[in-house]
Every structure is written in structure tokens, then in C-alpha cells.
Nanobody, 115 residues
């Protein structure tokens, strides 16, 4: 099974940027489809971005052109670069890995956008 550890969250002012990291262990990282989800207080967990095994990407409309998902296979890490952050981006952000029918989740990292 796969272990995922997220980092990079914190407090940022509106218009600022953050880069989240998700380090994976316990599997063949280059074969996973990787994704980032977020969950705001009182709301459901929603998909923000996905990077497929074949290299294609998908973004939610709310972050298109602002967030970028990428991976570094040498370090078994997936990133979410977040630019032009807004208060509505405040949420717990979760990393996930998919291989076939198996799905693995990280513990989440808090992102707070506030002045």
C-alpha cells in the first residue's frame, strides 16, 4: 500500500502563492494517477486537479489557469502550485493516489487565505 505525506500549507494573504507537496512511499510512484482535493468547513471534498498516469491534466473551473499540478518522479513527489489565492480557496487540501481500483489519501494540509 501507499503512504502519502502532505506539506506546504499555511497562512497566505489574498493574491499570494503557495506550493503544496505530497511525498509518496510504498509503491511505484510513476504508475499512479495523482490528484489534489480540498474540503472547506462544512462542505464536501471536491477534486481540484488531477495528473494522470499518461501525463494528462484536469482542473476544476474555479482554479483553471491559476493552479498547476506536477510531479517529480525522481523524488516520488506531486506538487500543487497555487497562484492568485483568494479567501474562497481556504480549505484542507488532500493528496490522493490512484492505481486501478485502489485509492490512497494523505492526511491533509490546511491552507488559509486571509489578510
Amino acid at each position: 500500500q501507499v503512504q502519502l505525506v502532505e506539506s506546504g500549507g499555511g497562512l497566505v494573504q489574498p493574491g499570494g502563492s503557495l506550493r503544496l507537496s505530497c511525498a509518496a512511499s510504498g509503491g511505484i510512484f510513476s504508475t499512479y494517477s495523482m490528484g489534489w482535493y480540498r474540503q472547506a468547513p462544512g462542505k464536501q471534498r471536491d477534486l481540484v486537479a488531477r495528473l494522470s498516469y499518461g501525463g494528462s491534466t484536469w482542473y476544476a473551473d474555479s482554479v483553471k489557469g491559476l493552479f498547476t499540478i506536477s510531479r517529480d518522479n525522481a523524488n516520488n513527489t506531486v506538487y500543487l502550485q497555487m497562484n492568485s489565492l483568494k479567501p474562497d480557496d481556504t480549505a484542507v487540501y488532500y493528496c490522493d493516489a490512484v492505481l486501478g481500483s485502489a485509492n490512497y489519501w494523505g492526511q491533509g494540509t490546511q491552507v488559509t487565505v486571509s489578510s
